[in-house]
């Protein structure tokens, strides 16, 4: 087969640190060609060249064989390269039509109704069913994406980039995802896959591109290698993907809610008399489609919605209508499901964004006035403590972070402050599996310090893996609550549909 696109040994350095290091890539006409590295390995900067948002140091580009010279984004669409990038650029009160053709307007005239019916041909032709005249802001996270595709493919695209795709996607979305990868390249195109998720490598990928900090390590067909080998290859070592825990020890209620109702952004009932108990020494996973109220429930216990009836405690402290000061001193943590919005402040410094909920309190500041050395210093101990690397170091912005080393930054920040209740929702997000197993692991030995955890998780495998006990809820409603030791998947899995397998015995609920 021929190469639509070869990268010849790339190298990308920003200060303090070299991104790309003499990597090669050779992409072959009509393949999915994965490439697999830790978070930072420099998979997006490599990607981030070929679209023309960066420029490397040295190295060669070649597109069906000439070599380019690729200086900005519509040099890489005339070429006829596209890319979806991990956190959508879409504006939210465009319509799907007028977001795709943003940007490739012509004549004084837009002719929307003829934009629209090409739209509407091409998201036919590849099974993405979009409508053409929906509001972005109307529609779902995997819906925004399938726009995002089209954007591509309106463009006549004929080699997409895809930057860890599912990272925001329900299971069920990731696997229309992978059937419409399947269904573009049936149609001639040629696909880059970044992603860290090995599964989703093994299910639709020809051959792998491995990197490791910035360094090439070698190209495998995936058809013939193991998602271990390629783990090793990754990480430089052996991965295990279950993590070791002792039996839990559960002692004392830290997390008590009963009879909780709260509302949704339809202003009716997301939450339906709602009763849960967690426990000191113990990690209790809520299992769930996607929209069930997770979100609702997470956002009244850390203080972001309001609650309607029903009471909230942490140990001994009513936090029902607190503040969310009073909560963060009552012993709350909070890893949130989106790191943008609710984990970071973007434009500030990775060192600001460390502090951000203690900054008010000895050791960081005293009188009004803050310590900036002690600030410093305890987000290069977080940094180093959870790997989050930043080509510019704790002063650059945590925007300039990659979406992995974001994750891994708040997930730091959350855990250093050893929290009495720390509510973990999608926690390993986006993050590479050597990272994976690190997050568990802290997970693991923030349950055995004595502390409660509740996990919320569409990854079934990651609540199985972590929880001792699994609160099942469907319609804002809990279905039941088990031992992980006396279910399975497939009773979860009933469960979710909002079958009542059994009865709630005392044992489980306290």
Same mark, same amino acid.
């Given at each position: ?48 060249? @070929?679209?023309?948002?960066? $420029? ?65 041909? @091409? ?74 998720? @090995? ?142 919005? $609710? ?45 989050? $690397? ?51 692991? $802290? ?68």
């Amino acid at each position: 087969m021929s190469h639509v696109i070869e990268m010849l040994n790339i190298r990308k350095e920003f200060p303090g640190i070299v991104a790309n290091d003499d990597i090669t890539l050779q992409v072959e006409q009509g393949e999915i060609h994965a490439i697999l590295g830790e978070n930072g390995a420099g998979k997006s900067t490599l990607m981030s060249i @070929l679209f023309g948002l960066y $420029r490397a140091d040295r190295g060669t580009i070649k597109v069906k064989g000439k070599e380019v010279h690729i200086t900005n984004p519509n040099d890489a669409n005339d070429l006829g390269i596209g890319m979806v990038h991990q956190h959508f650029k879409l504006v939210q009160n465009f319509t799907v039509t007028e977001n795709i053709i943003l940007g490739k307007e012509s004549g004084f005239i837009l002719d929307r109704r003829s934009a629209a019916k090409k739209i509407k041909t @091409l998201s036919e032709q590849y099974g993405l069913n979009i409508d053409p005249n929906s509001i972005i802001s109307d529609i779902t996270v995997g819906m925004q994406q399938r726009v995002e595709i089209l954007k591509m493919l309106y463009r006549d695209a004929e080699i997409l980039i895809f930057d860890e795709p599912t990272a925001v996607l329900t299971p069920q979305e990731i696997d229309e995802l992978m059937q419409i990868m399947r269904n573009l390249v049936k149609e001639g195109k040629s696909i880059i896959l970044i992603t860290h998720k @090995l599964d989703e490598i093994k299910a639709v990928a020809t051959r792998c591109t491995i990197i490791r900090r910035g360094k090439f390590i070698g190209v495998v067909d995936v058809s013939k290698t193991t998602q271990a080998e390629m783990a090793s290859m990754m990480v430089g070592r052996q991965v295990n993907f279950k993590v070791k825990k002792r039996p839990a020890q559960p002692k004392e209620n830290v997390l008590h809610i009963e009879h909780l109702n709260v509302l949704n952004s339809k202003k009716v009932l997301g939450i339906k008399d709602f009763s849960l108990e967690v426990r000191s020494g113990e990690i209790v996973g809520i299992a769930g489609v996607d929209g069930n109220g997770q979100t609702e429930l997470v956002e009244a216990i850390t203080g972001l919605r309001p609650v309607v009836s029903g009471n909230i405690h942490i140990n001994s402290t009513d936090i029902t209508n607190a503040n969310i000061r009073q909560r963060n001193e009552a012993g709350l943590g909070h890893i949130p499901e989106d790191r943008q919005k $609710r984990g970071l402040v973007m434009t500030f410094p990775i060192s600001s964004n460390m502090v951000i909920k203690e900054y008010y309190r000895k050791p960081f500041s005293k009188k009004g006035l803050l310590n900036d050395e002690l600030i410093r210093k305890h987000a290069q101990e977080i940094c180093e403590a959870f790997d989050v $690397r930043s080509g510019e170091g704790i002063d650059s912005a945590a925007g300039k972070l990659s979406g992995g080393n974001q994750q891994k930054a708040i997930v730091g920040r959350e855990m250093m402050l050893e929290p009495n209740l720390l509510i973990a929702v999608q926690p390993t997000r986006g993050l590479d599996v050597g990272a994976i197993e690190y997050i568990h692991r $802290r997970l693991v030995e923030h349950r055995d310090a004595g502390h409660a955890v509740l996990l919320v998780s569409f990854e079934l495998d990651e609540i199985f893996n972590l929880s001792d006990r699994i609160a099942v809820m469907n319609s804002g409603q809990l279905i039941d609550i088990v031992k992980t030791t006396e279910t399975n998947e497939e009773e979860i899995g009933l469960m979710m549909t909002g079958v009542k397998i059994r009865e709630v015995s005392n044992e489980d609920t306290i």
